[in-house]
């Protein structure tokens, strides 16, 4: 049973468009962590966050730590927002190691 | 960006060979990871280190062994490398611990082919 999972697997948008990428969790957190993934494979954190709700930009991220679940939203999307997103949770552990979802790809259309 | 490289970038090697990965930080972080990435796989640990000299096993840690003799680097060891890992390779930084609440950083990834 995985510990993260998140939905869709693969979205496909035309620019300008409303994104929502779900995360659920089954496991106990301190805090839940965002990154995105370019085509080119890098990888870089876009948010952290353990209540409540977050905005950077075009971007905002929100989690219900009642229901164990967390949404990364993008308004008014442009194609280099396409990537892969992933969200992975920190479980509490005394060494800060996270548990990662399998990630969301994202294609925006022009 | 975070100062993390990894060397080599690109590498393909025969079943059966030793391979070492580096992971090389300029940040002075305490916390340094390796992970592998695989299709169908979220990223998962290999292995990770709390200060030099001192590492733990991950969630994927057969095959791999780990050292860090400098706060700076860490390296991951493939003693006789199978083509099950075949894989990209990232290492990751974070300052410190408090249960997952720090943000880590990525090195750009090593894509690993063992033929």
């Known amino acids: 049973k995985n510990e993260v999972e998140q939905s869709p697997q693969n979205l496909t948008a035309q620019e300008g468009e409303f994104i929502t990428i779900n995360c659920s969790y089954s496991?106990?957190?301190?805090?839940l962590h965002w990154l995105q993934q370019h085509p080119g494979g890098g990888i870089v954190s876009l948010f952290m966050l353990s209540s409540g709700k977050k905005k950077h930009g075009r971007l905002i991220a929100t989690i219900n730590i009642q229901e164990k679940h967390s949404s990364l939203h993008i308004t008014a999307s442009h194609p280099r927002d396409s990537a892969v997103y992933i969200c992975a949770v920190g479980n509490g552990g005394s060494q800060g190691n996270l548990i990662f979802g399998k990630g969301t790809k994202l294609s925006v259309k022009p | 960006d975070a100062g993390i490289t990894q060397s080599p970038r690109h590498k393909v090697t025969e079943t059966g060979t030793p391979v070492t990965l580096r992971c090389h930080q300029t940040?002075?972080?305490?916390?340094m990871y390796w992970y592998r990435q695989d299709p169908g796989h979220g990223l998962r640990l290999i292995h990770y280190?709390?200060?030099?000299?001192?590492?733990d096993k991950g969630e994927v840690s057969d095959g791999y062994s780990v050292s860090r003799s400098k706060t700076e680097d860490f390296l991951l060891t493939l003693e006789s490398a199978t083509s099950s890992q075949t894989s990209v390779y990232f290492c990751a930084i974070s300052a410190g611990t408090s249960g997952g609440t720090d943000t880590q950083y990525f090195g750009p990834g090593t894509r690993l082919t063992v033929l």
């Open positions: 940040e002075n972080h305490r916390y």
């Open positions: 496991v106990g957190i301190s805090a």
């Open positions: 280190s709390y200060g030099v000299k001192d590492t």
